[in-house]
């Protein structure tokens, strides 16, 4: 039990400099469940994507700095990732998450501010490589790895993937090659944490030219079948993607940082002012947040996860699961009614 949090935790503290009440239950980690623990095989019969979501760790924060006139309490953001896969195309990351290695890169100046800007728990074993062994994964079978935008906590386990595509918005790359020091920190930007050979497995995005989506605009079809649209998200970062996938369970709408909580979309409230200084474009995030608010009500059967809102992952992980027990059961009925039929 953390002394700082007062909670049971599968995570340790690297370090906290905001201090969280003893009884303050909004920092506790997701529960972990076994559905994690199985995956069905891609098929060519079905054009829906196998959708597993694996939590990385999380960050404190103030609500107060997350959404406008949000309580002085601490809430955890966590860092979700989805592994996506498709019947020919394989494995797709969106986003790695946090990893160990943001320790090493935030040990020295200016970086190690990031830590006491935002206080991390996390836990080896949550690292996106550690979780692919209880899919029978290697990393050799993530074929590509959507950046959704550079800020550290969703770049953090890039390295572990060193023969994947990367893909990237042009305008997101642009912006992240070119920033060092204070001002990449500026703009949640950690250097180190960009393979060195980024640009040779690049695939950069300039192009939003197919189908439309309600509100969110022209999209990037990742696979040509619709299966994987990729959506601007501008505002928070520069070339900010999100990712509409249409996966077995339902369609699913990785918003990324569009918005931190989903409060922000459904109730129009940006972040507070104070959040512009390291945001890429108030306005456009403002925009952004708008456009999700629209989008929600015209595609009302797509779930929107904000990357940090615990909300709509304790939501979607439990989906997920359900889904995995219900899939379970139909196969266990199956196969007792072909042994009760056999001859």
């Known amino acids: 039990m953390s002394r700082e949090s007062g909670v049971r935790s599968q995570y340790f503290v690297v370090e906290a400099r905001v201090p969280v009440p003893r009884r303050d239950t909004t920092a506790q980690p997701l529960p972990t469940t076994d559905y994690r623990l199985t995956t069905s095989p891609l098929t060519t019969h079905d054009p829906r994507l196998t959708a597993h979501l694996l939590d990385t760790g999380y960050c ?8 406008r006139g949000g309580r002085r309490r601490q809430i955890a953001c966590h860092a979700p990732v989805a592994l996506l896969g498709h019947p020919q195309h394989g494995w797709t990351l969106f ?17 190690s501010l990031y830590r006491r800007m935002t206080p991390l728990r996390l836990n080896p074993r949550l690292a996106v490589v550690a979780q692919l062994g209880a899919l029978s994964l290697t990393t050799g079978d993530i074929r590509r790895v959507v950046v959704s935008h550079f800020h550290a906590d969703h770049i953090a386990g890039l390295r572990d993937f060193p023969h994947a595509e990367l893909i990237a918005s042009h305008a997101a790359w642009d912006d992240a090659r070119q920033r060092r020091g204070f001002r990449a920190l500026l703009r949640g930007v950690i250097p180190a944490l960009i393979p060195d050979d980024f640009v040779a497995r690049a695939r950069l995005i300039d192009d939003f030219t197919g189908p439309t989506v309600p509100a969110l605009g022209p999209t990037h079809d990742l696979f040509g079948d619709g299966s994987a649209l990729l959506v601007p998200l501008p505002g928070h970062a520069r070339g900010q993607l999100g990712l509409l996938a249409r996966t077995e369970r339902g369609d699913l709408l990785l918003a990324a940082d569009g918005c931190w909580l989903s409060r922000s979309y459904r109730e129009r409230r940006p972040p507070p002012a104070f959040a512009n200084l390291i945001a890429d474009d108030p306005r456009a995030l403002a925009a952004t947040i708008d456009k999700l608010h629209d989008f929600a009500p015209a595609r009302p059967e797509v779930a929107i996860l904000p990357t940090h809102c615990t909300e709509a992952l304790g939501r979607e992980l439990r989906r997920e699961a359900a889904y995995h027990r219900a899939t379970q059961h139909a196969t266990e009925n199956a196969t007792a009614t072909a042994t009760t039929a056999a001859p």
């Open 60 to 67: 404190l924060a103030s609500e107060s700095n997350v959404i």
């Open 95 to 111: 986003d790695t998450g946090y990893a160990p290695r943001i320790l090493d890169a935030t040990r020295t100046w200016p970086f």
